[in-house]
Protein backbone atom coordinates (compact mmCIF):
# COMPACT_ATOMS: atom_id res chain seq x y z
CA UNK A 1 0.00 0.00 0.00
CA UNK A 2 3.21 2.23 0.84
CA UNK A 3 4.23 1.40 -2.75
CA UNK A 4 0.52 2.26 -4.51
CA UNK A 5 0.28 5.18 -3.09
CA UNK A 6 3.58 7.03 -4.38
CA UNK A 7 1.49 6.94 -7.87
CA UNK A 8 -0.28 9.94 -6.48
CA UNK A 9 1.15 12.30 -8.05
CA UNK A 10 1.50 10.84 -12.07
CA UNK A 11 -1.98 9.50 -11.66
CA UNK A 12 -2.62 13.70 -11.01
CA UNK A 13 -0.74 14.70 -14.02
CA UNK A 14 -2.68 12.22 -16.16
CA UNK A 15 -5.84 12.93 -15.10
CA UNK A 16 -5.47 16.96 -15.41
CA UNK A 17 -3.66 16.46 -18.55
CA UNK A 18 -6.64 14.02 -20.07
CA UNK A 19 -9.47 15.97 -18.57
CA UNK A 20 -11.63 12.83 -17.98
CA UNK A 21 -15.11 12.82 -17.89
CA UNK A 22 -15.54 11.00 -14.73
CA UNK A 23 -12.60 9.21 -12.21
CA UNK A 24 -13.65 5.77 -10.80
CA UNK A 25 -11.42 4.32 -8.22
CA UNK A 26 -11.51 1.47 -5.50
CA UNK A 27 -10.57 1.72 -2.39
CA UNK A 28 -6.97 1.50 -2.45
CA UNK A 29 -6.25 4.94 -3.89
CA UNK A 30 -8.12 6.71 -1.13
CA UNK A 31 -6.31 9.78 -2.74
CA UNK A 32 -7.66 9.15 -6.32
CA UNK A 33 -10.70 11.28 -4.61
CA UNK A 34 -8.53 14.50 -4.11
CA UNK A 35 -7.06 14.00 -7.69
CA UNK A 36 -10.40 14.02 -9.25
CA UNK A 37 -11.71 17.11 -7.36
CA UNK A 38 -8.41 19.10 -7.69
CA UNK A 39 -9.38 18.70 -11.44
CA UNK A 40 -12.57 19.39 -11.60
CA UNK A 41 -13.61 15.86 -12.19
CA UNK A 42 -16.82 13.86 -10.01
CA UNK A 43 -15.35 10.45 -9.05
CA UNK A 44 -17.50 7.51 -8.29
CA UNK A 45 -15.86 4.19 -6.56
CA UNK A 46 -16.27 1.42 -7.78
CA UNK A 47 -16.43 -2.45 -5.60
CA UNK A 48 -15.54 -5.71 -6.92
CA UNK A 49 -16.61 -6.75 -3.67
CA UNK A 50 -20.48 -8.22 -3.39
CA UNK A 51 -23.51 -5.74 -1.82
CA UNK A 52 -23.73 -7.89 1.34
CA UNK A 53 -19.96 -7.43 1.86
CA UNK A 54 -20.30 -3.58 1.40
CA UNK A 55 -23.48 -3.96 3.73
CA UNK A 56 -21.55 -5.81 6.40
CA UNK A 57 -18.74 -3.34 6.44
CA UNK A 58 -21.03 -0.46 6.58
CA UNK A 59 -20.99 3.30 5.84
CA UNK A 60 -18.29 5.23 6.58
CA UNK A 61 -19.21 6.87 9.89
CA UNK A 62 -19.10 3.58 10.96
CA UNK A 63 -15.87 2.88 9.58
CA UNK A 64 -13.62 5.69 10.83
CA UNK A 65 -12.20 6.31 14.11
CA UNK A 66 -10.35 4.44 16.60
CA UNK A 67 -10.46 1.38 18.90
CA UNK A 68 -13.67 1.91 21.16
CA UNK A 69 -15.00 5.01 19.06
CA UNK A 70 -15.55 2.51 16.01
CA UNK A 71 -19.02 0.97 15.94
CA UNK A 72 -17.65 -2.64 14.93
CA UNK A 73 -14.25 -2.74 18.12
CA UNK A 74 -14.54 -6.13 18.77
CA UNK A 75 -14.15 -9.40 17.53
CA UNK A 76 -17.81 -10.43 19.09
CA UNK A 77 -19.09 -7.60 16.95
CA UNK A 78 -18.13 -9.10 13.36
CA UNK A 79 -19.91 -12.92 14.38
CA UNK A 80 -23.63 -11.49 13.77
CA UNK A 81 -25.26 -9.39 11.31
CA UNK A 82 -24.42 -5.52 12.15
CA UNK A 83 -27.61 -3.68 13.48
CA UNK A 84 -28.12 -1.76 10.11
CA UNK A 85 -29.21 -4.43 8.91
CA UNK A 86 -33.23 -5.14 9.33
CA UNK A 87 -33.90 -8.07 7.57
CA UNK A 88 -32.64 -11.43 8.24
CA UNK A 89 -29.28 -12.54 7.63
CA UNK A 90 -26.60 -14.68 7.82
CA UNK A 91 -23.92 -12.69 6.53
CA UNK A 92 -21.45 -12.45 9.29
CA UNK A 93 -17.81 -13.99 10.40
CA UNK A 94 -17.11 -16.94 12.68
CA UNK A 95 -15.17 -16.82 15.41
CA UNK A 96 -11.96 -17.73 13.94
CA UNK A 97 -12.57 -15.90 11.08
CA UNK A 98 -13.10 -12.51 12.62
CA UNK A 99 -10.03 -12.11 13.79
CA UNK A 100 -8.23 -11.77 10.74
CA UNK A 101 -11.18 -9.65 9.54
CA UNK A 102 -10.62 -7.27 12.20
CA UNK A 103 -7.23 -6.60 11.67
CA UNK A 104 -7.00 -6.79 8.07
CA UNK A 105 -10.17 -3.98 8.15
CA UNK A 106 -8.59 -1.62 10.83
CA UNK A 107 -5.14 -2.87 11.56
CA UNK A 108 -2.13 -0.80 10.77
CA UNK A 109 -0.03 -1.01 7.70
CA UNK A 110 3.48 0.65 6.59
CA UNK A 111 1.56 3.53 4.63
CA UNK A 112 0.07 4.57 7.56
CA UNK A 113 -3.68 4.48 6.51
CA UNK A 114 -5.86 1.53 7.38
CA UNK A 115 -7.86 -0.40 4.83
CA UNK A 116 -11.20 0.88 6.70
CA UNK A 117 -9.55 4.66 6.32
CA UNK A 118 -9.25 4.37 3.09
CA UNK A 119 -12.53 2.80 1.99
CA UNK A 120 -14.48 5.38 4.11
CA UNK A 121 -12.56 8.21 2.51
CA UNK A 122 -13.29 7.09 -0.91
CA UNK A 123 -17.26 6.98 -0.37
CA UNK A 124 -17.31 9.96 1.51
CA UNK A 125 -15.39 12.10 -2.08
CA UNK A 126 -17.56 10.05 -4.04
CA UNK A 127 -20.91 10.81 -5.88
CA UNK A 128 -21.51 7.52 -6.37
CA UNK A 129 -20.62 4.10 -6.22
CA UNK A 130 -20.45 0.98 -8.09
CA UNK A 131 -21.29 -2.28 -7.28
CA UNK A 132 -20.40 -5.74 -9.03
CA UNK A 133 -23.83 -6.89 -8.11
CA UNK A 134 -27.27 -7.38 -10.12
CA UNK A 135 -30.95 -7.08 -8.32
CA UNK A 136 -31.84 -10.59 -9.36
CA UNK A 137 -29.31 -12.04 -6.64
CA UNK A 138 -28.63 -8.74 -3.99
CA UNK A 139 -31.45 -6.56 -4.71
CA UNK A 140 -32.55 -5.93 -0.90
CA UNK A 141 -28.94 -5.75 0.17
CA UNK A 142 -28.05 -2.82 -2.80
CA UNK A 143 -30.61 -0.88 -1.32
CA UNK A 144 -29.77 -0.84 1.86
CA UNK A 145 -26.08 0.46 0.77
CA UNK A 146 -27.52 3.02 -0.84
CA UNK A 147 -29.37 4.31 2.08
CA UNK A 148 -26.99 3.90 4.46
CA UNK A 149 -24.29 6.22 2.21
CA UNK A 150 -26.74 8.26 1.17
CA UNK A 151 -25.89 8.17 -2.40
CA UNK A 152 -26.57 6.02 -5.79
CA UNK A 153 -25.61 2.69 -5.25
CA UNK A 154 -25.47 1.67 -8.93
CA UNK A 155 -25.12 -1.92 -9.88
CA UNK A 156 -22.86 -2.81 -12.65
CA UNK A 157 -23.93 -6.23 -13.16
CA UNK A 158 -22.36 -9.20 -12.58
CA UNK A 159 -19.75 -8.99 -15.06
CA UNK A 160 -19.81 -12.78 -15.87
CA UNK A 161 -16.68 -13.79 -17.93
CA UNK A 162 -17.23 -15.16 -21.52
CA UNK A 163 -17.86 -18.53 -21.71
CA UNK A 164 -15.25 -20.03 -24.05
CA UNK A 165 -15.34 -22.54 -26.90
CA UNK A 166 -13.12 -25.44 -26.37
CA UNK A 167 -9.79 -24.18 -27.77
CA UNK A 168 -6.10 -26.30 -27.67
CA UNK A 169 -4.80 -26.46 -24.15
CA UNK A 170 -0.96 -25.34 -24.67
CA UNK A 171 0.30 -26.99 -21.46
CA UNK A 172 0.51 -30.68 -21.76
CA UNK A 173 -0.63 -31.42 -18.00
CA UNK A 174 -3.65 -29.63 -18.83
CA UNK A 175 -4.35 -31.41 -22.22
CA UNK A 176 -4.14 -34.81 -20.27
CA UNK A 177 -7.03 -33.05 -17.69
CA UNK A 178 -9.07 -32.89 -20.55
CA UNK A 179 -8.88 -36.06 -22.20
CA UNK A 180 -8.90 -37.49 -18.44
CA UNK A 181 -12.55 -35.17 -18.41
CA UNK A 182 -13.64 -36.77 -21.81
CA UNK A 183 -12.88 -40.36 -20.56
CA UNK A 184 -9.37 -40.93 -21.56
CA UNK A 185 -7.48 -41.15 -18.65
CA UNK A 186 -3.44 -40.61 -19.01
CA UNK A 187 -0.97 -42.68 -17.00
CA UNK A 188 -0.10 -39.90 -15.13
CA UNK A 189 3.16 -38.43 -13.55
CA UNK A 190 3.22 -35.61 -10.94
CA UNK A 191 5.62 -33.44 -10.81
CA UNK A 192 7.15 -31.08 -8.14
CA UNK A 193 6.50 -34.59 -6.06
CA UNK A 194 8.92 -32.66 -3.41
CA UNK A 195 5.91 -30.63 -2.29
CA UNK A 196 3.44 -33.59 -1.66
CA UNK A 197 3.57 -35.54 1.22
CA UNK A 198 5.50 -39.02 1.04
CA UNK A 199 3.81 -41.84 -0.74
CA UNK A 200 1.49 -39.57 -2.31
CA UNK A 201 2.11 -39.83 -5.77
CA UNK A 202 2.11 -43.73 -6.02
CA UNK A 203 -0.77 -43.50 -3.81
CA UNK A 204 -2.88 -41.46 -6.24
CA UNK A 205 -0.79 -42.34 -9.85
CA UNK A 206 -3.76 -43.35 -12.16
CA UNK A 207 -6.62 -42.09 -9.63
CA UNK A 208 -5.91 -38.27 -9.70
CA UNK A 209 -3.65 -35.25 -10.82
CA UNK A 210 -2.00 -32.49 -9.03
CA UNK A 211 -0.83 -29.43 -10.99
CA UNK A 212 0.86 -26.93 -9.88
CA UNK A 213 -0.15 -23.12 -11.52
CA UNK A 214 -2.70 -21.45 -12.70
CA UNK A 215 -5.57 -23.26 -13.81
CA UNK A 216 -7.59 -22.44 -16.90
CA UNK A 217 -10.91 -22.01 -14.31
CA UNK A 218 -13.42 -20.75 -16.98
CA UNK A 219 -12.55 -24.03 -19.29
CA UNK A 220 -12.60 -26.47 -16.71
CA UNK A 221 -16.17 -25.17 -15.18
CA UNK A 222 -17.58 -25.40 -18.94
CA UNK A 223 -16.37 -29.11 -19.30
CA UNK A 224 -19.73 -30.83 -19.39
CA UNK A 225 -18.30 -34.10 -17.15
CA UNK A 226 -18.05 -30.90 -14.51
CA UNK A 227 -21.25 -30.92 -12.03
CA UNK A 228 -19.65 -28.83 -8.85
CA UNK A 229 -17.20 -26.93 -7.49
CA UNK A 230 -15.27 -26.23 -4.22
CA UNK A 231 -13.72 -22.97 -3.84
CA UNK A 232 -13.10 -20.66 -1.18
CA UNK A 233 -15.98 -18.52 -1.78
CA UNK A 234 -14.41 -15.16 -3.66
CA UNK A 235 -16.89 -13.23 -5.15
CA UNK A 236 -15.36 -13.34 -8.72
CA UNK A 237 -15.02 -17.47 -8.47
CA UNK A 238 -18.60 -17.33 -7.03
CA UNK A 239 -19.59 -15.38 -10.52
CA UNK A 240 -17.37 -17.78 -12.83
CA UNK A 241 -19.00 -20.75 -11.41
CA UNK A 242 -22.97 -19.76 -10.93
CA UNK A 243 -23.10 -19.01 -14.45
CA UNK A 244 -22.94 -22.78 -15.14
CA UNK A 245 -25.08 -23.44 -12.73
CA UNK A 246 -22.80 -25.45 -10.95
CA UNK A 247 -23.34 -27.14 -7.68
CA UNK A 248 -21.30 -24.28 -5.24
CA UNK A 249 -19.19 -26.29 -2.21
CA UNK A 250 -17.63 -22.75 0.02
CA UNK A 251 -14.48 -23.39 1.72
CA UNK A 252 -14.02 -19.32 2.73
CA UNK A 253 -10.32 -18.72 3.93
CA UNK A 254 -9.59 -15.02 4.01
CA UNK A 255 -11.26 -11.49 3.85
CA UNK A 256 -14.37 -11.09 2.18
CA UNK A 257 -14.90 -14.78 1.31
CA UNK A 258 -16.72 -15.79 4.25
CA UNK A 259 -18.87 -13.41 3.68
CA UNK A 260 -19.87 -14.62 0.24
CA UNK A 261 -20.09 -17.95 1.83
CA UNK A 262 -23.08 -16.49 3.85
CA UNK A 263 -24.44 -15.07 1.44
CA UNK A 264 -24.43 -18.08 -1.07
CA UNK A 265 -25.86 -20.58 1.82
CA UNK A 266 -28.60 -18.01 2.72
CA UNK A 267 -29.66 -18.04 -0.96
CA UNK A 268 -29.56 -21.32 -0.65
CA UNK A 269 -27.01 -21.79 -3.58
CA UNK A 270 -24.27 -23.73 -1.67
CA UNK A 271 -23.29 -26.26 0.92
CA UNK A 272 -20.35 -24.57 3.75
CA UNK A 273 -17.91 -27.18 4.54
CA UNK A 274 -18.22 -27.88 8.33
CA UNK A 275 -15.23 -26.41 10.52
CA UNK A 276 -13.87 -26.35 14.37
CA UNK A 277 -14.32 -23.81 16.48
CA UNK A 278 -10.59 -23.34 15.18
CA UNK A 279 -11.35 -23.45 11.54
CA UNK A 280 -9.91 -27.15 11.38
CA UNK A 281 -11.78 -29.24 8.76
CA UNK A 282 -11.12 -32.95 7.97
CA UNK A 283 -11.12 -35.11 4.85
CA UNK A 284 -14.37 -36.27 6.04
CA UNK A 285 -15.90 -32.63 6.32
CA UNK A 286 -15.28 -32.22 3.00
CA UNK A 287 -16.62 -35.64 1.53
CA UNK A 288 -20.01 -34.92 3.09
CA UNK A 289 -20.48 -31.39 2.14
CA UNK A 290 -19.75 -33.04 -2.06
CA UNK A 291 -22.00 -35.63 -1.23
CA UNK A 292 -24.77 -32.89 0.18
CA UNK A 293 -24.72 -30.77 -2.60
CA UNK A 294 -23.90 -33.36 -5.04
CA UNK A 295 -26.37 -36.09 -4.79
CA UNK A 296 -28.03 -35.96 -2.11
CA UNK A 297 -32.20 -35.69 -2.04
CA UNK A 298 -31.79 -33.07 0.53
CA UNK A 299 -29.88 -30.81 -1.79
CA UNK A 300 -32.34 -30.92 -4.99
CA UNK A 301 -33.86 -27.74 -4.49
CA UNK A 302 -30.76 -25.93 -4.11
CA UNK A 303 -29.45 -27.62 -7.55
CA UNK A 304 -33.34 -26.06 -9.03
CA UNK A 305 -32.20 -22.48 -7.51
CA UNK A 306 -28.71 -22.92 -9.17
CA UNK A 307 -30.51 -23.68 -12.51
CA UNK A 308 -31.85 -20.52 -12.17
CA UNK A 309 -29.63 -18.27 -10.68
CA UNK A 310 -27.03 -19.86 -13.51
CA UNK A 311 -29.43 -18.36 -15.89
CA UNK A 312 -29.21 -15.21 -14.43
CA UNK A 313 -25.33 -15.24 -14.17
CA UNK A 314 -25.15 -16.31 -17.26
CA UNK A 315 -27.07 -13.76 -19.45
CA UNK A 316 -24.55 -11.34 -20.63
CA UNK A 317 -27.33 -9.31 -22.18
CA UNK A 318 -28.86 -8.50 -18.78
CA UNK A 319 -25.54 -7.98 -17.11
CA UNK A 320 -24.65 -5.44 -20.35
CA UNK A 321 -27.76 -3.64 -20.20
CA UNK A 322 -26.67 -2.94 -16.42
CA UNK A 323 -23.32 -1.34 -17.85
CA UNK A 324 -25.02 0.72 -20.61
CA UNK A 325 -28.00 1.68 -19.41
CA UNK A 326 -27.55 2.29 -15.72
CA UNK A 327 -23.72 3.14 -14.92
CA UNK A 328 -23.22 5.54 -18.13
CA UNK A 329 -27.07 7.26 -17.78
CA UNK A 330 -25.60 8.13 -14.51
Known amino acids: ?46 SALSAAANVFTGPPKFLAGEGQKRVRSTLESLTSPPPWVPFPSEVAYHQFEAIGALFGLYGTNASGRSPSERIARSIEASEAMAIRSCPELEGEYLRLFSELIGKPVIPVGLLPPEKMERREIVDKSWSEIFDWLDGNPPNWAIDDSDALPPGFSQLTSNKHKVCFGWAPQIELLSHPSIGGSLFHAGWGSAIETLQFGHALVVLPLIADQALNARLLVEKGLAIEVERGEDGSFTRDDIAKSLRQAMVSEESEGMRARLREAGAVAGDRKLHDHYIDESLWSF
Open 1 to 46: MKAFDLLKQPFERFVSEQKPNWVIVDFMPHWGTDVAQNCGVPVMVF
